[in-house]
């Protein structure tokens, strides 16, 4: 397992918040279980791109900012769901925003990461 060897600078909200939703899948994560899609086998149809080991790990660091809870049912096979802290809800207007964004400045934005795209490919 990663090990941090640098002592994370937590001096401000900024650094606070990309400590916490660092992640390629955190954000989409959070969204997904609001909308209700609560068990792993969801969340991993909802991001197919994302291997099964790295969604539960982004899923346990979640869970231990608080963000999510964890409930696993004493049946067999154990079933697992996870849903949003009263905590972790508090950021859904803060995602929705960023997404906002994203929709109003997604031509741009395309454009811009397909060009950066290009360049890497020819070095």
């Known amino acids: 397992m990663y090990e941090r060897k640098i002592i994370p600078s937590l001096n401000c909200g900024l650094d606070l918040i990309g400590e916490v939703l660092y992640g390629k899948w955190k954000i989409r994560l959070l969204w997904f279980i609001n909308e209700g899609h609560k068990r792993p086998s969801e969340l991993q149809r909802k991001i197919p791109d994302a291997s ?19 409930i696993i049912y004493p049946v067999v096979p154990p079933k697992v769901e996870y849903s949003l802290t009263d905590f972790g809800k508090t950021l859904i207007p803060v ?16 454009s811009l990461i397909l060009k950066r795209l290009d360049l890497n490919s020819g070095e």
Do not use: A, M
């Open 52 to 70: 099964r080991r790295v969604l539960n790990i982004q899923l346990k660091e979640l869970e231990e900012h608080e963000l999510i809870t964890k």
């Open 95 to 110: 995602i929705s925003s960023i997404g906002n964004w994203g929709d109003e400045h997604q031509e741009r934005l395309r």
